[in-house]
């Protein structure tokens, strides 16, 4: 059954991985130049590939280390194999690297659904070559698999850093999780989601023994009455204010301590989150990109998450708790009266998918924004009812660094939706097979219908000669 279950996967990673050269080998010959934001990756990993480390772009606005990679890995295969001229680092030969990047995410996938699920005896190891598959292909991630991006990358060492995590190697988790930071800010959040795992653990483990002692068997960590919440967040506080607590959970998570408070060094003497152009990447609170990740989350889930089943329950509970979700709903509402920014790359950028998503819904009348809270409402149920099996503690770890990733970003851009959208999906259980294949069979017809605009419907806009093309 192992052996079996070994050549799946490594038929299942090497056909992908086939598939992927002949669409990159596609796309390098329609696109041989940079393309949007490979403007200035490409030239400045090229700086770097001639040893120029001092030269920056100030346009460029996350760390170098998507360039400090690239060498790293193009510079020993160029001298292994006697490249020289405009070959090494040329931008097909950087695109490359991202290539690698996409086959070590599967198999990163793969081990995290191994991993978090390996208590489900009932799941066979063909469905996790399935969702592991399914993940790999992710729209959004998978596009970028073949343009000189920092998403693959940044995907690969917070996904490694998790897994680290889960195996309790905590200084290594760290490490890879500065790796991740390094290839965008932002993923110090993951580094914070990690420690959370640690902690939520903790807390769950403690939380058991003391329902354990008042021998009070109704009342569970996964309940969703009011009274229970009040409870838990009782005892939440008297855990944390507890030193002989505070100096254990410190002694278990002090390398993302470490680097959590290495980060709010660089933050000061930075100035901000942001190197290079800050004029585009303002910090808001712009609370209304929960419920955007929420939506784009039911969208590429809805084999699980928009079920009939899923619908009437949500019904039910909607009878049930009529001022819960009122409540709810107004506090929705004021959000979005209030909160809601709309950047300049949205309105004026007819390259990607938001720019449409944008125009052909939410400017259709003024209204419609406050009109689609019912489905937010819905989508964020959904997306928490699919969570149960996790303690009340990892939810709301989860849900805290869902916030803190989301929020704080003025643009709507689906790239910002990868990683939340991917270890919410990794913690899921395991759905049926049939609707396991539905999603893959979904992600490619996204995928391809995607490259296809990408490649073949080209436009030009009126004040340029540049060819453009569709993308996400």
């Not at 917070?158 to 991740?180: D, E, I, P, Q, V």
């Not at 998450?305 to 506090?331: E, G, V």
């Not at 004026?348 to 449409?356: G, L």
């Not at 928490?384 to 709301?396: C, E, N, P, R, V």
Request: include cysteine; aromatic fraction near 18%; hydrophobic fraction near 50%.
């Amino acid at each position: 059954m192992e052996r079996a279950r070994a050549y799946g996967f490594s038929a299942a990673m090497s056909g992908s991985f086939l598939l992927s050269c002949l669409l990159f080998a596609a796309i390098n010959h329609r696109q041989r130049g940079p393309y949007m934001d490979e403007v200035f990756h490409v030239p400045q990993a090229q700086a770097y590939c001639h040893g120029r480390f001092l030269q920056w772009d100030p346009m460029i606005t996350t760390l170098p280390g998507l360039y400090l990679v690239s060498v790293g890995i193009v510079k020993p295969v160029a001298w292994l194999f006697g490249w020289t001229g405009s070959v090494v680092c040329s931008a097909g030969m950087l695109r490359f690297i991202n290539l690698l990047f996409s086959a070590g995410n599967f198999y990163l996938l793969y081990l995290l659904l191994f991993k978090i699920h390996q208590k489900n005896k009932a799941v066979s190891g063909f469905q996790r070559i399935v969702s592991a598959l399914t993940l790999a292909m992710f729209p959004t991630l998978y596009f970028f698999t073949f343009l000189y991006y920092t998403d693959p990358g940044s995907v690969f060492f917070t996904l490694f850093a998790y897994l680290m995590c889960l195996y309790g190697n905590h200084k290594t988790s760290a490490l890879l999780g500065f790796c991740g930071f390094m290839f965008r800010q932002t993923n110090i959040v993951w580094t914070v989601f990690c420690a959370g795992n640690v902690v939520s653990e903790k807390l769950n483990e403690a939380w058991k023994t003391e329902l354990q002692k008042k021998r009070d068997e109704k009342v569970s960590s996964r309940k969703g009455s009011l009274s229970d919440f009040l409870r838990i967040l009782q005892f939440l506080i008297k855990y944390l204010i507890s030193p002989k607590n505070i100096v254990r959970l410190t002694a278990l998570t002090w390398p993302y301590i470490t680097l959590v408070a290495a980060f709010f060094g660089f933050v000061f003497v930075n100035g901000g989150i942001v190197v290079g152009d800050r004029s585009s990447h303002e910090a808001c609170l712009h609370f209304p990109q929960l419920f955007y990740f929420l939506s784009f989350t039911v969208c590429f889930s809805f084999p699980y998450l928009l079920t009939p089943a899923k619908i009437r329950k949500f019904l039910q509970s909607l009878r049930k708790h009529p001022l819960q979700y009122s409540l709810t709903a107004i506090i929705s509402l004021l959000l979005i009266w209030k909160f809601t920014y709309v950047h300049k790359y949205l309105l004026a950028d007819n390259r990607h998918y938001t720019f449409y998503v944008w125009r052909k819904v939410f400017q259709r009348h003024e209204l419609v924004k406050y009109l689609l809270v019912p489905v937010y409402i819905f989508a964020g149920w959904s997306c928490a009812d699919t969570l149960k099996s996790k303690s009340i503690f990892w939810i709301l770890m989860y849900f805290v660094c869902l916030l803190a990733v989301t929020v704080p970003q003025k643009l709507l851009e689906f790239r910002y939706f990868i990683l939340p959208f991917l270890i919410y999906r990794l913690n899921i259980p395991f759905p049926s097979l049939y609707r396991q294949l539905l999603e893959l069979a979904f992600y490619i017809v996204v995928n391809a219908v995607t490259l296809y605009l990408f490649l073949n419907r080209t436009f030009q806009w009126p004040n340029s000669d540049e060819i453009q093309r569709f993308m996400w």
